[in-house]
């Protein structure tokens, strides 16, 4: 499950980047979380489709309407969240995206 999470984020990274854009991608641990960020340089989304981006067959607009079905990032939300994490979404028009994944570490238990 977690690598249909890198795959569909990675994938909408290159798909909707711009022409000689980057894409970074990085890890770190805490004792409480390990984190994952997806950024990228593209073309970004509006403030009011954020909101809406992780909701089922939601489409942005027509220059995002390249393949796909609007489930990709629904589905990648539900894994994340079977998975005890959770997903957030930061993004500029024109400027690019973050896609911030947080997987919070089970608190041991006591013996």
């Known amino acids: 499950l977690l690598v249909n999470i890198w795959d569909n984020l990675l994938t909408n990274a290159i798909k909707y980047n711009s022409h000689g854009g980057s894409i970074l991608i990085s890890l770190s641990q805490t004792q409480t979380a390990i984190e994952v ?43 994340i969240e079977l998975h005890n994490g959770e997903i957030k979404a930061d993004s500029k028009a024109g400027e690019g995206t973050t896609f911030t994944i947080t997987f919070f570490r089970e608190k041991q238990r006591e013996e």
């Open 37 to 79: 960020i997806f950024q990228d340089t593209g073309i970004g989304i509006s403030e009011d489709a954020i909101s809406q981006i992780f909701e089922r067959f939601y489409r942005v607009d027509s220059a995002r309407k390249k393949d796909g079905t609007g489930l990709g990032l629904s589905i990648v939300k539900q894994i």
